[in-house]
């Protein structure tokens, strides 16, 4: 099935996208219009001229769409999870929280167009009102991921668009049909043409955005390597600019942990979406003194895994994206083993019967990964987790802080005083106690410290991207006042 372009003035695209079910490649999902310089232009354009009414449109009847887009969603949850299982393959529960979540998003920033509070605070002077309110930006990218083809894009497009800001998205080029379709519900749902336009295409296509002139805000989700490209252009054109990026992320078993719980953390945060999850727990650092029950219970339970289509509710673990993540994937498997981890379980391409036209990967665990492994270091993206042994809460924290992300971090304890002090010196944006690395709640804010971003946060304070401070000061004395000099 062919899309169309939901561009205004876009022309008839020369070169299309396909997107393909990553448990059956075989199975096209649809052809999308490949964006060339001039649709990104007329895409920008569209945004650019919409801008002005959009602005002047009072917040609460912004959000009205929201909450309309919201309802709607929710009715056609389980259609767009089916849809999103069979383009990107994480299996159906997840795929209906995926959903979830973009609902969850678009209720909660429905309510912020009744807000947006900004401050009145005293003025130094007499006969002088004070105060700052929130401005749109103006004409914002936003460049996506897969791994989240609804969520993300929701936790983007609904803050944007609430603040009074227009929108030129791309969506990731493995699935373009989720991102399409909900851009078109929002459409469906009120917002004038122009508001929200569609650009689809790779690395290329983003590029073409993120360097074009008219755009003012890129808010950027995806890996490192990437967002150091993105945040390069903007620096060179002065654009605002949001960026949420890999993970690295650790969960610290401590000696006091209730094991069959951690375990069953480990088990969800690790292989959870296939292990594609900026949030993904990769790495398993494990008090002496459980290792060994730890690290049996893990790789009993990691073997006995359901691998399959995640549109069989049987399935527990889909396929991963497409063929070049497999392949590193399993790059990662042999590195570890060079580096001398012992591995436990999986480590394999799965390919029997029905699997033999997808790209599933075995859960991976390897077991006594020294921190500064390659494997223990680097995100890996995938179905694989490091089990590290550690001494002692602070030899724990040091390794969980000696990678360069800090997305999210979790620790498994008892004791009050040892969860306490992970909570103050774990440098992760989210850390969570007796609980997995996954599972962010949308009121809260959301994004990591280092590489992982540039100090934004997404979900509970995202206003903080998509709109300015504007101080304004209203003097009413009648006279000229001079702040710092006639107090
Ligand atoms: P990616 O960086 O390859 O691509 C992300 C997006 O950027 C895609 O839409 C892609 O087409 C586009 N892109 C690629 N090159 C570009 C360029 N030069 N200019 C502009 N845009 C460009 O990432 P991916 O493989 O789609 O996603 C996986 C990565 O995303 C992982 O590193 C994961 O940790 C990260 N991620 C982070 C979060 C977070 O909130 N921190 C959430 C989800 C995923």
Not at 174 to 186: E, K
Not at 205 to 219: C, F, K, M, R
Not at 454 to 479: A, P, Q
Request: hydrophobic content about 45%; charged content about 20%; aromatic content about 8%.
């Amino acid at each position: 099935m062919d899309f169309e372009n939901i561009t205004p003035g876009a022309s008839t695209p020369a070169n299309w996208i396909e997107s393909r079910n990553p448990a059956h490649w075989t199975e096209v999902i649809g052809r999308f219009p490949l964006s060339d310089a001039s649709a990104v232009d007329a895409a920008v354009c569209a945004a650019r001229a919409a801008y002005d009414s959009w602005r002047l449109t009072p917040a609460p009847r912004r959000a009205e769409v929201l909450y309309r887009a919201a309802e709607r969603l929710s009715r056609d949850k389980e259609e767009f999870a089916q849809l999103m299982t069979r383009e990107m393959g994480k299996v159906l529960i997840e795929a209906r929280g995926d959903v979830q979540e973009g609902v969850d998003m678009l209720y909660f920033i429905a309510g912020e167009g009744r807000r947006l509070c900004g401050e009145t605070v005293p003025s130094e002077l007499m006969s002088k009102f004070a105060m700052s309110v929130r401005a749109p930006v103006g004409v914002c990218a936003l460049v996506t991921p897969w791994n989240f083809p609804l969520a993300i894009p929701s936790w983007k497009i609904a803050p944007a668009l609430v603040a009074g800001n227009t929108v030129v998205f791309k969506p990731a080029e493995d699935t373009p049909a989720v991102a399409h379709r909900f851009a078109q519900l929002l459409i469906d749902c009120g917002l004038p043409p122009g508001v929200l336009n569609v650009v689809h295409g790779d690395g290329s296509t983003g590029a073409l955005i993120v360097n074009h002139p008219g755009i003012d805000l890129v808010s950027f989700t995806g890996s490192t390597d990437v967002g150091r490209l993105v945040a390069h252009a903007c620096a060179e054109s002065n654009k605002r600019l949001s960026l949420e990026m890999g993970g690295k992320n650790a969960i610290i078993v401590m000696e006091d942990a209730d094991l069959s719980l951690a375990v069953d953390g480990a088990v969800w945060g690790a292989f959870g979406t296939s292990g594609q999850r900026c949030t993904a727990a990769s790495r398993l650092i494990v008090h002496e003194s459980v290792y060994k029950p730890f690290t049996d219970m893990l790789a009993a339970r990691a073997s006995a895994l359901r691998v399959g289509d995640g549109l069989d509710e049987d399935s527990q673990v889909g396929p991963v994206i497409n063929s070049a993540q497999l392949d590193r994937i399993h790059d990662y498997t042999q590195i570890g083993l060079a580096d001398g981890a012992k591995l436990l379980c999986g480590g394999e391409r799965v390919s029997k019967g029905s699997l033999a036209d997808g790209w599933f990967y075995s859960p991976t665990v390897f077991a006594d990964v020294a921190p500064g492994m390659r494997i223990a270091q680097e995100e890996i993206f995938g179905p694989t987790t490091c089990i590290i042994p550690a001494t002692s809460l602070d030899n724990a924290l040091e390794i969980a802080n000696g990678v360069r992300y800090g997305l999210s971090s979790a620790i498994y304890t008892q004791n009050v005083n040892i969860a306490f002090r992970a909570m103050r010196d774990l440098s992760t944006g989210i850390v969570y106690v007796n609980a997995s690395t996954i599972g962010a709640e949308v009121h809260l804010p959301f994004g990591g410290t280092r590489a992982t971003g540039n100090g934004h946060r997404e979900g509970g304070h995202v206003l903080d991207v998509f709109t300015e401070w504007k101080s304004l000061y209203i003097d009413f004395s009648g006279t000229l006042q001079r702040a710092q000099i006639d107090a």
